[in-house]
């Protein structure tokens, strides 16, 4: 199993409005574990957590995105402006033994 860690650091005001923007967006995928923000160590931290069965089925996660499907075009509409929400992100990849 392959666990991901999508990282953002928000500008400050903004970490709960991210991330309840990802829980709305986000509703019906399989894959989403959790919706974390910090309670402790680096401020204004948003970690959305999923999982994949292994990497090959993390790659074909993405095709979706690039699906030009009404529901891609509902999601983008949805994520209009989010990018003006953070300073900066990363992405942390874990394998589960």
Known sequence: MIIVHD?????????????????EVMTGNSELVNIMTDMTGQFNKVVMVSQYENLTAYEQSW????????????????MAGYHDMYLTGSREIYQVW
């Open 7 to 23: 990282i953002f650091i928000c500008k400050p005001g903004n970490a709960s409005k991210l991330a309840k923007l990802f829980k």
């Open 63 to 78: 095709e979706k995105y690039k699906e030009d499907s009404e529901a891609m075009k509902k999601m983008k509409e949805a």
